[in-house]
């Protein structure tokens, strides 16, 4: 989504990117400390995991749009679905996430994998 965002403002002119030169300067630094740095296989280039919540907030930054999105219940309900995920993989999809008011839940039809409280806020 912060991705998404980010993109659209480019395209109508509301924020500038950085030119070519800048961008394949930051594109050769992420491979470095991918691969060299963090030593992940090269397979693994389109997977963030934790580097995604930096990223987002780059993003939102160069926006001005850091109290657009809680990227703190972003990243809970992303780390609550991986949990889901690892404790059934072929149901964890079933769960349906809510936010209101800095708060989220979740319900779900999979009873097993509700092993953590229905309710936070970050």
Known sequence: DCQTRHAA???VGNIC?????????ARLSDEKMRFKDMQLPERYYHMFGDLQWGYNA??????KASSEHDLKTMEAIYRDAG???????????ER????????WSVSDSV???EAT??????
């Open 96 to 103: 349906n996430y809510t936010v209101a008011g800095g708060q």
């Open 58 to 63: 780059d993003l939102l930054e160069e926006r």
């Open 17 to 25: 990117l950085p030119t070519h030169h800048k961008m394949e300067e």
């Open 111 to 113: 009873p097993e994998l």
């Open 83 to 93: 949990a889901a995920r690892r404790a059934d993989v072929t149901r964890y999809r």
């Open 9 to 11: 403002s480019a395209l």
């Open 117 to 122: 409280p229905i309710s936070r806020t970050n």
